[in-house]
């Protein structure tokens, strides 16, 4: 349990400001067999969530909600390829805004901005395309990367309205580095419904 309380974050700038006791019953399972936490080569991800907020406990807001996160990678030579799923429910409960599932960004929804999209329903798919086409001085870091990626997905507020027939696909390309300050990228991406961004991101796990 916990108490929460929740300002705009992610998403517009109209969004409510709320001051909730969220107290809830929470599990949660990684499993984790990726070579290295950035830039990974080989190996998988799997994580799942679960949260069951109630009054019981004395939260202000009852709700359920679960996610999970599945990545996969496989390389060959400087060649790596990435598989990634993300889904989530609120198993016919109403998220309040602040914990709702989002979708946008990197490792999202490539084009649109973070958050963009909002509901109490997720699903996204990503393929993504990494060539190590240099290497760095140990001093500096190790690779320097030609990144790709696409993404389709989606968020919905009812369970009716899940449907593979309004994903949104954003793609994206850009020049990445492994440095000792982190990792870091800079490219464009755009959406088929016409968004589009050019970014830089420094921390961002690809």
């Not at 799942?48 to 996160?69: I, M, N, P, Q």
């Amino acid at each position: 349990g916990g108490t929460q309380s929740a300002e705009v974050g992610e998403g517009g700038a109209d969004l409510p400001e709320f001051d909730d006791t969220v107290s809830a019953a929470t599990a949660s399972i990684a499993i984790d067999r990726r070579d290295r936490a950035v830039f990974s080569r080989t190996g998988y991800l799997f994580r799942l969530e679960g949260l069951h907020a109630t009054e019981d406990l004395g939260s202000d807001v009852a709700y359920d909600k679960a996610a999970f996160r599945a990545t996969t990678l496989h390389s060959f030579r400087d060649h790596t390829v990435v598989v990634g799923v993300d889904g989530g429910s609120s198993f016919g409960t109403e998220l309040p805004v602040y914990d709702q599932f989002v979708a946008g960004g990197l490792n999202s929804l490539m084009g649109l901005s973070r958050g963009q999209l909002r509901g109490n329903y997720i699903a996204l798919g990503h393929l993504g395309y990494r060539y190590r086409f240099s290497r760095m001085s140990p001093n500096l870091g190790d690779g320097i990367y030609l990144i790709t990626q696409v993404d389709a997905g989606n968020a919905w507020m009812e369970s009716d309205d899940v449907s593979t027939d309004d994903l949104d696909v954003g793609g994206g390309v850009a020049l990445g580095a492994d440095t000792v300050m982190g990792p870091f990228a800079a490219g464009v991406a755009k959406t088929t419904s016409g968004e589009d961004m050019i970014f830089t991101a420094l921390g961002t796990i690809f």
